[in-house]
């Protein structure tokens, strides 16, 4: 206990003489406390008092907690024995404390870091390892005495890692580096964002971006007190995540905690509102009365989000701007974990009081995801990227709530969003498909997680979906209509180890906290149930086997496209027959648990059904036998029946039998049955559904007729007859602008418009025409096309017309009031058949000059690939021969990453294979560390290969041999709508 005290002293003193060793080394004008004062670029106005500057040095140093009125201290306890180690660092180097200095020069920064590094004695003479990438590095200084003892040392920069030994032998150093960097494009990083002729420099550290900007260890279990200094900004605002010093302009106050949490915007942007205390609102110039609907959501949220995690915003770290900034950004968007900074890409914040209800959507699950990022992302991060799963399946699964709070009852109020309807379909089923891919990475990895492409493709990958997709079941397993363990584990991560790195462990002990006593009997052992879900890849489907008299039997199998070893699920059982219809919410928590097979006695007669896996809610696909299937597809012909059934679970249905069909389990024939069903739906869950999974038939029988001229070209056109019935009588594709419709009615017709009108269906076609040009003013685009119709209006038209369609488009886009809507002109830019102005349209997107935004340029490839074959062959050339460009103006390897997925969906025919073959394996492929993220991509490629090789040509088949019962309807409707636009005109 004596050497203890100790030893503790003279840890504090030895801070103390550090601290005035480097300060009396330095002019009073000079705010950063390590850096020599020979440069003066990197000079300032005034420092705080010594005496105050000592205490907060060493009470920022201390690892000692303090618990002041609920106030978070913004020291964070550290396990020494496992935190600062990784493949990559030095084993046992602590590098704990940064200052650091950056002078912006144009496109390009000067920088000046002083850290203080410790190790233990065993290995004190060994060489100090730094992450640097994209830096260079002009002097490394080393000193044992402070800053004036300091002395220039030699040192080793490659691959990304900067190294060098000092002098002497210690067990700490000072260390001073001064260095050069670019800013970078995208946000990441220390970048520069551009709007208008205007722009704006952010620094966005997340996930792997601070050894971008300063050398440094930016492992996220390893904590560290930092301070920043920016200068030579040359805006009127700069927000970071903790308040200025006192009597500063641009150093803020030290915060503790893995860098990769810090965050800082400077601009001349301008305070649109101030939805509530202490929440600013801010964008560019010119966005006034646009607010409405983001400025009442962040109300909501905000004060939702203090009650439901128990932990107040303004209290979380001592030291933090008691703000929280939400910006919209024009040019970029990505994900933000930096405190007191939501940056957020405009177009998902800003719309008019009459916009698009997908916009909306969109932007409140957005807003919300952004504002939840600073509880879980920020109090709260991973131990290392390998237990991501949890932060951002609590960020996600919180963000739904909070917009599901907000939108409040949507079976008494028509003008809200079903979110139940949006998470089952756009989280859970896409999650689904996309972990069905052999390549799909599993939540948790067996190892830690360091290299930068890796820790890329883990976050932005099935994780996103998969993960907040397990907390619902979770939330259902284990709780009831009283008690979200979900909520109640969150709340206490928050509360009990704020500011703390997490991982499997520590989720599981806070869910067993209250679990424990509080028990439902359907889960004994949680870290046992979660091991199979979170260690591999795919997931369960259960067979349903009819037994006659006596029930049904289930059994289960591991669901993947591509054979994997079977493994046991303990599966959540929820049902509902056609004898009771009993889909209400209560019934979405299960009735049992079924490990391996289970029995579930019932008595059903000729006619009827069950139904398992109530609303969606399950992480689980569901097969049944023959006979179910047939009673099945009775039912939903049925319209009086059909409406008994549950839209989740008629969607479900669709999702479910197209997914086990395409893995060759189930004969297309009755997944067909389903699908035909539709001709009587209006539902956006189940349409949402069916466009998900027929948009991979249609591309690859469209590029199958294309190829040979002997096949029907209006193969999947025959299907599109034969379903969209409902839609056209109840909704039309010409809707009353003047009658007010519910919200989800106009998703709905969207949707569906938009499938319709790519497969050419004709009514579809004659309604776009009809709507298309303004009715006093044929040489201009109509201003009162219903927002959520446009995309497939404006696509329509660009693919059906020629340059003067184009031409009108662009006109409407110089005075198009709001970007989403600029970006839906874009997209639909992108539907153009015309080759040589679509080579032109791409090449636009990475020129020097480029006339369109980084995130508008992403949004343009990806809707050049998705409209056909000989479009997705163009932008193949584009990235295959520009890649380097690519990444650059796109904003850098995760953008690249997401085209590259983005045009593999789009991959069909035996040439596109391969050209894409060649590219990814060549050695002068230009990818760089996005090669991983390539050779992923060319799996679900061959995946798809393989399905058009075996089942293909029975699909084209079936429908061939199947007539269209409905085709005089639809000559009818277009008959009909080539009557009404003739009168129009």
């Given at each position: ?259 990769h949490v810090w965050g800082m915007i400077a601009h001349d942007f301008v305070n649109i509102n101030i939805p509530t205390t202490n929440v600013m609102l801010i964008g560019r110039p010119g966005l006034s009365n646009q607010d409405s609907q983001a400025s009442i959501a962040i109300n909501t949220y905000f004060n939702n989000l203090n009650e439901w995690t128990g932990k107040s915003y303004q209290e979380i770290i001592v030291d933090q701007d008691g703000r929280m900034n939400i910006i919209a950004l024009p040019d970029v968007s990505t994900d933000w974990n930096s405190l007191s900074i939501v940056g957020i890409w405009e177009p998902y914040v800003f719309m008019e009081a009459t916009h698009s209800i997908k916009q909306r959507k969109t932007a409140l699950i957005k807003i919300a995801e952004g504002m939840c990022s600073q509880y879980f992302g920020y109090v709260i991060f991973p131990e290392n990227w390998r237990f991501q799963w949890v932060v951002s399946g609590l960020s996600t699964y919180m963000a739904y709530e909070m917009m599901r709070m907000f939108q409040g009852d949507v079976s008494t109020d028509v003008n809200q969003i079903d979110v139940n309807a949006i998470f089952v379909t756009e989280v859970i089923q896409e999650a689904l498909l996309q972990d069905a891919y052999s390549s799909a990475a599993v939540l948790q ?541």
């Open positions: 206990m004596v050497r203890s005290r100790i030893k503790w002293k003279c840890v504090i003193i030895s801070y103390i003489l550090l601290f005035n060793v480097f300060t009396k080394s330095l002019p009073l004008d000079l705010q950063i406390f390590s850096l020599p004062a020979t440069d003066p670029v990197l000079r300032t106005s005034v420092v705080p008092s010594l005496h105050t500057a000592v205490e907060e040095l060493v009470e920022t140093f201390s690892e000692a907690t303090i618990d002041s009125k609920n106030v978070t201290s913004q020291r964070v306890s550290v396990n020494e024995n496992k935190k600062g180690v990784s493949k990559h660092a030095r084993p046992d180097q602590r590098t704990k404390q940064y200052a650091v200095e950056i002078t912006i020069d144009g496109n390009a920064f000067k920088g000046r870091v002083a850290l203080v590094v410790n190790f233990n004695y065993s290995i004190y003479n060994d060489a100090i390892v730094l992450y640097a990438e994209d830096l260079t590095i002009d002097t490394v200084k080393v000193g044992i005495h402070g800053a004036a003892q300091a002395v220039e040392v030699d040192f080793v920069h490659d691959n990304g890692k900067l190294e060098f030994k000092p002098k002497d032998e210690a067990s700490s150093f000072e260390v001073i580096i001064v260095y050069r960097g670019k800013l970078m494009t995208g946000a990441r990083g220390l970048f520069k964002g551009r709007y208008d002729e205007h722009t704006y420099v952010g620094m966005n550290l997340h996930p792997t971006y601070a050894r971008h900007v300063f050398p440094c260890v930016d492992e996220p279990d390893v904590p560290a007190a930092a301070t920043f200094m920016f200068n030579n900004m040359q805006y009127s605002n700069i927000l970071a995540n903790s308040m200025l010093m006192e009597n500063s302009q641009n150093e803020f106050r030290t915060l503790t905690g893995p860098l990895p067996g190892e830690n997680i360091d290299d930068q492409d890796a820790i890329r493709g883990h976050i932005n990958g099935v994780l996103k979906y998969k993960a907040p997709a397990l907390m619902r079941m979770m939330r259902l397993v284990l709780g009831d209509e009283d008690t979200d363990f979900i909520q109640i584990a969150a709340s206490a991560l928050l509360n009990r180890a704020p500011l703390q790195p997490v991982n499997s462990v520590s989720f599981i002990s806070a869910l067993n906290s209250e679990f424990l006593g509080n028990n439902n009997g359907n889960v004994e052992n949680i870290e046992e149930y979660l091991e199979p879900w979170l260690f591999n890849n795919g997931y369960p489907l259960i067979r349903v086997d009819l037994r006659p008299g006596i029930g049904v039997f289930l059994s289960q199998e591991r669901f993947g496209f591509a054979s994997q070893q079977h493994i046991n699920y303990n599966i959540p059982i929820t049902y509902t027959t056609s004898r009771e219809f009993n889909f209400d919410a209560s019934r979405t928590y299960p009735v049992e648990m079924m490990d391996n097979s289970l029995s579930v006695p019932m008595t059903l007669d000729e006619e009827d059904f069950v139904l398992f896996n109530i609303q969606g809610q399950g992480y689980y696909r569901v097969n049944y036998d023959d006979a179910l299937w047939e009673r099945i597809i009775e039912a939903l012909e049925e319209p009086e029946i059909r409406d008994r059934i549950h839209p989740l679970n008629r969607a479900t249905l669709v999702d479910d039998a197209l997914n086990v069909a395409r893995k060759g389990i189930l004969d297309y024939e009755i997944a067909f049955h389903v699908v035909l069903t539709m001709e009587h739906e209006t539902e956006y869950a189940v349409w949402k559904a069916f466009v998900r999974n027929m948009e991979f038939l249609r591309k690859r029988l469209v590029a199958l007729v294309d190829d040979d001229e002997d096949l029907d070209p209006d193969i999947y056109l025959r299907m599109v007859r034969r379903t969209v019935g409902g839609v056209e009588r109840e909704l039309a594709f010409n809707p009353d602008v003047t009658l007010t419709e519910p919200v989800m009615s106009s998703l709905t017709r969207g949707l569906v418009m938009d499938h319709a009108c790519r497969a050419r269906y004709q009514p579809c076609i004659a309604a776009a025409v009809d709507w298309f040009y303004d009715p006093n003013n044929n040489d201009v685009v109509n201003p009162n096309i219903p927002h959520d119709i446009r995309p497939a209006v404006y696509c329509t038209m660009v693919r059906e017309g020629g340059e003067e369609v184009r031409d009108a488009l662009f006109d409407r886009l110089e005075i198009e009031p709001t970007h989403y809507e600029r970006v839906v002109i874009l997209e639909s830019l992108g539907c153009s058949q015309d080759s040589g102005f679509i080579q032109g349209y791409l090449a636009d997107t990475v020129n020097a000059n480029s006339p369109y935004l980084a995130e508008e340029r992403v949004k343009i490839f990806r809707a050049v690939a998705e409209s056909s074959q000989s479009n997705a062959l163009l932008a193949y050339q584009l990235i295959s021969t520009r890649t380097a460009d690519v990444r650059r103006m796109y904003g850098g390897p995760e953008k690249l990453e997401e085209v590259i997925f983005a045009l593999a969906d789009n991959v069909v025919g035996e040439d596109f294979i391969r050209f894409f073959r060649e590219w990814v394996n060549s050695n002068s492929n230009q990818l760089d560390d996005s090669e991983g993220a390539a050779l992923r991509a060319f799996e679900q490629v061959l995946q798809n290969e393989q399905w058009e090789n075996n089942q293909m040509m029975d699909v084209y088949e079936w429908i061939d041999e199947n007539h269209a019962p409905t085709l005089m309807l639809s000559f009818t409707a277009l008959l009909v709508s080539l009557v009404v636009a003739f009168l129009n005109n």
